[in-house]
């Protein structure tokens, strides 16, 4: 059973920051994009970030662009989000995808395979 893996979520101030990791486990991501995603109560899921097998290629949402760096170390299997100055709306469940299988990266159809979410809470 292939199951992304997130952690380093929590509770944090408004300006603080934040790092959370997905570590895969059954098969091997290197060649294909990998993402975060997150979901506020009663919203969908939306795109944070996104980053290409090389690491080469990033894509952000508007409202993380500047605040948050993606970044992927292909040998652990892992992805990371490193998340500053974060705000209250920052507020979310979020989840790690992997295996795009289109160049639609910004869509939750386009990943195979998600984590369980961890949740990220910014108190202002």
């Known amino acids: 059973q292939v199951q992304p893996v997130e952690s380093g979520g929590g509770l944090v101030q408004a300006g603080g920051s934040l790092r959370l990791s997905c570590a895969a486990s059954g098969r091997t991501f290197s060649s294909n994009t990998m993402a975060w995603f997150r979901q506020a109560p009663g919203q969908e899921r939306e795109f944070v970030a996104s980053?290409?097998?090389?690491?080469?290629?990033?894509v952000y949402a508007d409202a993380v662009k500047g605040r948050f760096t993606i970044s992927r170390d292909n040998a652990k299997n892992s992805e990371y989000l490193q998340m500053n100055t974060l705000k209250p709306e920052d507020t979310a469940v979020y989840y790690c995808?992997?295996?795009?299988?289109?160049?639609?990266?910004?869509?939750?159809?386009?990943?195979?395979?998600w984590g369980q979410g961890t949740q990220v809470t910014v108190s202002s």
């Open positions: 995808a992997a295996h795009c299988r289109t160049g639609l990266v910004r869509s939750t159809y386009a990943y195979v395979y």
């Open positions: 980053i290409s097998w090389s690491g080469g290629n990033t």
